[in-house]
Each structure stands twice: as structure tokens, then as C-alpha cells.
């Protein structure tokens, strides 16, 4: 059975970093693309990248590109997700979904609150 | 960006009915290779989306044949028939033909 198991709530201060972790087991790893997206309260879901599992390469939407970092751990085959300067135009729930072509399992999501 | 467009925004049913909810996107979805990469998601409060169909008409794996996709080029639609209470919730469409992936804005879907 696929699972992406993601990270717990952050709250953090403005102008801070965060680092979010999705642990995936199911399947092979490396053979797929994992994306994070991001959905803001009541609103639409974003693509923000996504990343290769085998070789750590990356793809970002133009607008998240300076805030979010993506890498990958094959030998825990997590992948994480970094967004830095955080404003509170940052707080949303983030998920992350393995990417083949369209997005067929997703991690629970998880909620990340910028506030001084 | 590609834009995805749906239509209505909410839509209320009774339970058995059926629905039928639009999306057109702001470009052709046909890839190069000939695929159509139009999806669609369903959102059940607190949870986080789903996949239902894939590549325009394609059941994902235990899908229930009430929802079917049709569609080509921009004009997209997702049938639910024989609507039950665990269908509710938000439908998004999504398109994966060109970068970055979109999304439509979300079709609500309640009880009437």
C-alpha cells in the first residue's frame, strides 16, 4: 500500500525557515516524482516543484522559485520541502503527492501558521 | 499559465441524483504526445485530495464506475451518478499537459 506520511503543524515567526518532511513506503521511491503543493484556507491548490526521487532533480513553478528548496533522503525515501523568509502570505497547508503525470497519492498535509 | 475554469461554483443534489460539473481550460490539453493529462480530485472536508480520473476518462484504482470523465481540447466534464453521501465535498479538476500543473478553482458539491 502506497503512504506518504507528512511532517506535523509548524507555527513559525515571520522571516523564518521550516523544513517539511514526507516519508513515503509502498513503493519504489526513485522511480517516481514527488510534488508539494500548497493550498491556502478556502482557496485553490498551487504546484510548487516537484522532485525526482533517483537523481534529486528538480522542477519549480516560477513563482515559488527563491522560497521552497526541494530535496530527497533515497535512503529513507523522504522527501522534504524548505521554505524560507516566511510571511504570513506562507500560511497554508502544504501536501506532498507523488507525481506520475497526474497525482495519485497524497500525504495528509500539513498546516504551517506564520505568526509573531 | 495554463488557466482551468469550473463551473458552478457549488452545486446541490439530492442523494441518487446525478450532477454533472464543467471545466474548461485556457489552452489545448493535448500533449505533444498525443495523452490529454485533464484530471480530476475530489476534497472531503479535512482530508486531503483524491484522485478519481485521470487522462481525461480514466478510473483510478477503486473508483466507483458512477463517476465518469469525458471531454477534449479545453472542454472537460465529470458525471457522478447515483450520488451518495460520502461524494460530497470539493471537485477540483487539474491539468498536467503543460508547466507548472494548474488547477480549477473548485466545484462544491452539498445535499439539497
Known amino acids: 500500500e502506497v503512504q506518504l506520511q507528512q511532517s506535523g503543524a509548524e507555527l513559525v515567526k515571520p522571516g523564518a525557515s521550516v523544513k517539511l518532511s514526507c516519508k513515503t513506503s509502498g513503493y519504489t521511491f526513485s522511480n517516481y516524482y514527488m510534488s508539494w503543493l500548497k493550498q491556502m484556507p478556502g482557496q485553490n491548490i498551487e504546484w510548487i516543484g516537484n522532485i525526482y526521487g533517483g537523481n534529486g532533480g528538480t522542477g519549480y513553478n516560477q513563482k515559488f522559485k527563491g522560497k521552497a528548496t526541494l530535496t530527497v533522503d ?35 498535509g500539513v498546516m504551517v501558521t506564520v505568526s509573531s | 499559465d495554463v488557466v482551468m475554469t469550473q463551473t458552478p461554483v457549488s452545486l446541490s443534489v439530492s442523494l441518487g441524483g446525478q450532477v ?5 481550460s485556457s ?15 475530489l476534497q472531503k472536508p479535512g482530508q486531503s485530495p483524491q484522485l478519481l480520473i485521470y487522462k481525461v476518462s480514466n478510473r483510478f484504482s477503486g473508483i466507483s464506475d458512477r463517476f465518469s470523465g469525458s471531454g477534449s481540447g479545453t472542454d472537460f466534464t465529470l458525471k457522478i451518478s447515483r450520488v451518495e453521501p460520502d461524494d460530497l465535498g470539493v471537485y477540483y479538476c487539474g491539468q498536467g499537459t503543460q508547466y507548472p500543473p494548474t488547477f480549477g478553482g473548485g466545484t462544491k458539491l452539498e445535499l439539497k
Open chain 2, 20 to 24: 454533472s460539473i464543467s471545466c474548461r
Open chain 1, 74 to 108: 533515497k535512503s529513507s525515501s523522504t522527501a522534504y520541502m524548505d521554505l524560507s523568509s516566511l510571511t504570513s502570505e506562507d500560511s497554508a497547508v502544504y501536501f506532498c503527492a507523488r507525481d506520475g503525470d497526474y497525482f495519485d497519492y497524497w500525504g495528509q
Open chain 2, 27 to 41: 489552452q489545448s490539453l493535448v500533449h505533444n504526445n498525443g495523452n490529454t493529462y485533464l484530471s480530476w480530485y
